[in-house]
């Protein structure tokens, strides 16, 4: 079927100096996201963003099921974000095309990144981020069901912020095309087995 806009509540923009103008479309389940960019990185970020509004505690989950290796830094994960602003602070994890894994974090607006924690993830690769308050559980899956937590950080994020899915291609120069499923962002939250570090509800 031929692709079309993003199914609300989803949005698309480009964050930052891009250098190319990403784009983002829908076709059966499947989100097909264009992005450039240098990087999300340091004090201010360069990507092609796919977002909803999201207001308290909840998860942002998605199966990254390709990613063009524009370089070995292009970047499609899972974010929760402050503002659509290029220094906004935020948590995101996010697949590497070789399927390395990266949890990272800018704990307030303008601040460096921090590297929380890495793994390796063949694509297609399952991430999923849950918050509880300014706690971040980030998690890895190879199949959706078996679950392994990758790292905890705790950022001051405001009550409400920008859940969603971020692609890059570490050049301003190219655009890398990610193909995503089972994107999906809910307040009802259970925890994986694997859950350690984080309270239960």
């Known amino acids: ?30 989100f097909t996201v264009k992005g450039a960019g240098a990087d999300i990185w340091n004090n201010t970020d360069g990507f092609h963003y796919v977002y909803q509004p999201f207001t308290g505690d909840g998860q942002i989950t998605v199966r990254v099921t390709s990613l063009q290796n524009t370089h070995t830094f292009a970047k ?68 959706g069901s078996l679950w392994t937590q990758l790292g905890l950080v705790d950022v001051p994020l405001t009550q409400t912020v920008y859940a969603g899915v971020p692609v890059l291609s570490h050049t ?3 655009l890398t095309t990610a193909t995503l499923d089972n994107l999906a962002v809910s307040a009802d939250v259970t925890l994986p087995s694997s859950t350690i570090g984080f309270q239960r509800k």
């Open 1 to 30: 079927s031929t692709a079309a806009p993003l199914p609300a509540p989803w949005a698309h923009a480009d964050i930052g100096n891009v250098g190319l103008a990403g784009t983002a479309t829908h076709a059966n389940g499947v």
């Open 76 to 143: 499609a994960g899972v974010m929760f974000r402050q503002s659509l602003a290029a220094n906004s602070a935020h948590v995101m994890l996010a697949v590497r095309p070789n399927g390395g894994v990266e949890f990272v974090s800018r704990a307030v607006t303008n601040g460096t990144m921090t590297f929380l924690g890495g793994q390796a993830v063949p694509l297609p690769a399952w991430l999923k981020l849950i918050r509880r308050g300014n706690t971040f559980a980030s998690y890895t899956s190879a199949d």
């Open 172 to 174: 301003t120069s190219a």
